[in-house]
């Protein structure tokens, strides 16, 4: 009985373009049109490797090809073919496999990668938008001081009104170009999640700053959950506009994170050299019953009011 091969052709990402059964040897491989596997690559010889059938079995050689067959970092000019060889004619990837080589497990299906995940839902994105722009709104009739707070809660709205559909279309393009499918829904419900995810972050910041007063513990808290936040968002916009590899989509949210997390401590070490003449304070109103730690004493306040003072002064003092 012949052997049997199949030569696979892939891509640089290891995904097969051509596949070819070859039962009948030898076999030529190269650039020419009289060789049975044609290679349209211009770094390929015109006769560039042949597969032949010997008494040991099967086995490739290399034709004087111009750039070489390599396999790994191995310049070959004949190698046996066992079960499986991965070659390298030229720019093209080449995998021979007998029937009898090892397959991989079969991967588990990727969900968010389906033509329509269970993410992509209009009703799901509508009610997460219907809520965003609700409590966008509630906070600007909350933090207004005008007699008619209608213009303050339009100027907390309209950022999120118009933004997030445009978000949502931009990564749908994207989706569109590379992958074949929108995913406007499933774009948008991220995008309206992420929006929410800031706000409860924010609101958490204020009642641990406020309520136990531990400022500095809710900005660092803060200042990871934003960085984990972005690099989650980066993650599953391009999870559904890309066909990049999971370990490659994690490396570049990761990446996003750490630019994020040095963007930040940059721009506050810059904060931090410019003198100010203006006291941060929360203006945020919140009932005294959520104040959980003890007041500070007038000692105490006196004290502070005194060390402020005198580093003003120190501070006028410098030319």
């Known amino acids: 009985m012949a ?3 199949f030569l696979e052709v892939l891509d640089a990402h290891g995904k097969v373009q051509e596949r070819h059964r070859l039962a009948h040897f030898p076999v030529t ?3 020419d049109y009289h060789n049975h596997v044609i290679l349209d690559d211009d770094t390929v010889s015109p006769l560039h ?4 059938l010997g008494d040991n079995g099967l086995y490739v050689i290399d034709c004087d090809s111009e750039n070489g067959s390599w396999s790994g970092e191995r310049r070959i000019q004949q190698a046996p073919l066992r079960d499986e060889l991965m070659l390298r004619l030229g720019e093209c990837e080449l995998r021979l496999r007998t029937p009898h080589a090892n397959l991989g497990p079969t ?10 995940p269970r993410i992509n ?3 799901l994105f509508l009610f997460l938008f219907t809520l965003t722009l609700a409590l966008a709104g509630f906070d600007g009739y909350w933090n207004s001081f005008q007699p008619r707070a209608l213009p303050d809660i339009l100027n907390a709205s309209w950022p999120l009104l118009v933004g997030l559909p445009v978000w949502a279309a931009l990564w749908g393009t994207l989706g569109r170009v590379f992958t074949g499918r929108a995913l406007f829904f499933a774009h948008g419900t991220i995008a ?3 929006v929410l995810s800031s706000v409860l972050l924010q609101i958490g910041h204020i009642l641990l700053s406020y309520s136990f007063n531990l400022p500095q513990l809710a900005d660092w808290l803060s200042f990871i959950a934003v960085g984990l936040g972005l690099a989650l968002l980066v993650y599953l916009h391009l999870r559904l ?3 990049l590899r999971i370990r490659t989509l994690r490396w570049i949210g990761s990446a996003a994170a750490f630019i994020l ?3 930040w401590i940059m721009f506050s070490y810059a904060a931090s050299l410019t003198p100010s003449d203006t006291l941060d304070v929360d203006t945020t109103l919140l009932p005294p019953g959520l104040h959980l730690t003890a007041d500070q004493s007038l000692d105490g306040f006196l004290k502070d009011s005194e060390q402020l003072k005198q580093q003003l002064d120190e501070e006028a003092q410098q030319p």
């Not at 490797?49 to 032949?52: K, N, V």
């Not at 991967?107 to 329509?116: A, F, H, K």
């Open 3 to 5: 052997e049997l091969v």
């Open 29 to 31: 491989v190269g650039r």
């Open 49 to 52: 490797l042949s597969i032949q």
């Open 107 to 116: 991967r588990p299906l990727d969900t968010v990668r389906l033509p329509q």
């Open 121 to 123: 839902r209009v009703w």
């Open 192 to 194: 309206t999640l992420a």
């Open 241 to 243: 506009a890309s066909r």
């Open 261 to 263: 997390w040095g963007g």
